[in-house]
Nanobody
Framework: QVELVESGGGSVQTGGSLKVSCSVSNYPYVNYCAGWFRQAPGKEREWVAT????????TYVDSVKSRFTISRTLDKKSFWLQMTMLKPEDEAIYYC?????????????????????WGRGIEVSVSS
């Protein structure tokens, strides 16, 4: 059974940095869209960043561009989101997700339905 597990996260002050990682197990495809989403209390789940594990460009929501970086391991079994210059509005539960294997181009601002496997989420808190 496919499993995505987030790690990292935690609490930081405004301007600080955190890293959230995602370990992917039992996904039979090596090339897929690997994404990060987040959901703040009372808000809808929001796409944050995506990369295609087979290579290519990385995309980000405008609010995190130049602050967040999405990367993956060489074996494509893990990917992470390095977050810098964190702001209170970045506070949310962060979810990693793996896309459909037939999607070889990762959409910018994708709907959640583009992703078929999800982690349980990990909390990121940013205090002002």
């Amino acid at each position: 059974q496919v499993e995505l597990v987030e790690s990292g996260g935690g609490s930081v002050q405004t301007g600080g940095s955190l890293k959230v990682s995602c370990s992917v197990s039992n996904y039979p495809y090596v090339n897929y869209c690997a994404g990060w989403f987040r959901q703040a209390p009372g808000k809808e789940r929001e796409w944050v960043a995506t990369l295609y594990t087979g290579g290519g460009s990385k995309t980000y929501v405008d609010s995190v561009k130049s602050r967040f970086t999405i990367s993956r391991t060489l074996d494509k079994k893990s990917f992470w989101l390095q977050m810098t210059m964190l702001k209170p509005e970045d506070e949310a539960i962060y979810y990693c997700a793996a896309g459909r294997p037939d999607h070889t181009e990762c959409r910018d601002h994708p709907p959640v339905t583009d992703y078929i496997y999800w982690g349980r989420g990990i909390e990121v808190s940013v205090s002002s």
